[in-house]
């Protein structure tokens, strides 16, 4: 499957991703949800992995464990608990901002030069945050900060990964999901947050979403990103976040 393609698929498992987690949400703690999404990915990676008898051998055990810490862990938490705060629309416009972030730690990380054209896309992209919140920087709350501050993680990891020049695999998406399932457990065990009783809560058509969206398509996410940042950089990358709000904001609009 052409790369294009892929970032494409992935822009529709994003976006939806963001509508289902918001409905799921109403039913079990943003941890809880948290610890079953990536828990449900790296299942689905495993059997993969299993599968194609692909080795779990990695040299790059530290790397790998920045990258889960920043991208999974954090970047989980902090998204979640924005996400308690802010509607489908506002979780979807906080993406614009993706290819900013992404330019300034390239700019930091990888001494990545900008050219005119980086500058247009990256006025455009501000320009399409301020007018998702209408220029009014009222409307920037906490759970606004919550997810911009997830997004820079995530965007920042993705960053490392060309920095630490680590080699794009399954092995290293399975050791970030791993430290970053195992960052959350510990999370959630400190604070007294598991609750398995909640999970009963969830209807046969959420187990369904969460399996198809957030379990095998999270892990397709990865995949396609780190082979994505291994031919294209992650700065420009980052541009195919700018599908996902609109797949967000045409889903929100739906569930109202």
Request: proline share 1%.
């Amino acid at each position: 499957m052409k790369l294009y393609l892929r970032l494409f698929l992935v822009s529709l498992f994003w976006g939806s991703n963001i509508i289902v987690m918001k409905i799921i949400l109403n039913d079990i703690s943003f941890l809880m949800l948290a610890l079953l999404r990536v828990l449900l990915s790296l299942l689905c990676l495993s059997i993969y992995m299993l599968y194609k008898r692909i080795t779990l051998h990695y040299p790059y055990h530290k790397q790998a464990l920045i990258i889960g810490l920043l991208g999974i862990y954090l970047n989980f938490v902090f998204t979640f608990m924005g996400m308690q705060e802010v509607s489908g629309q506002g979780n979807a416009f906080m993406n614009a901002l993706a290819p900013i972030v992404t330019f300034v730690f390239s700019m930091i990380f990888l001494k990545q030069k900008a050219y005119k054209h980086d500058y247009i896309a990256l006025i455009l992209a501000l320009l399409a945050f301020l007018i998702s919140i209408h220029f009014d920087m009222t409307k920037i709350n906490l759970g606004i900060i919550y997810l911009f501050i997830g997004m820079m993680l995530y965007m920042l990891s993705n960053v490392l990964i060309q920095k630490f020049q680590l080699q794009q695999s399954l092995t290293l998406i399975f050791y970030e999901l791993l430290y970053g399932f195992m960052a959350l457990c510990i999370h959630t065990f400190i604070i007294r947050a598991i609750d398995i009783s909640s999970l009963t809560h969830l209807s046969l058509l959420d187990w369904l979403l969460l399996i198809m969206i957030s379990g095998i398509g999270f892990a397709f996410i990865q995949t396609t990103y780190l082979i994505s940042i291994d031919t294209i950089g992650a700065y420009k990358t980052s541009f195919y976040l700018s599908i996902n709000p609109i797949i967000t904001y045409i889903e929100s609009l739906q569930c109202h």
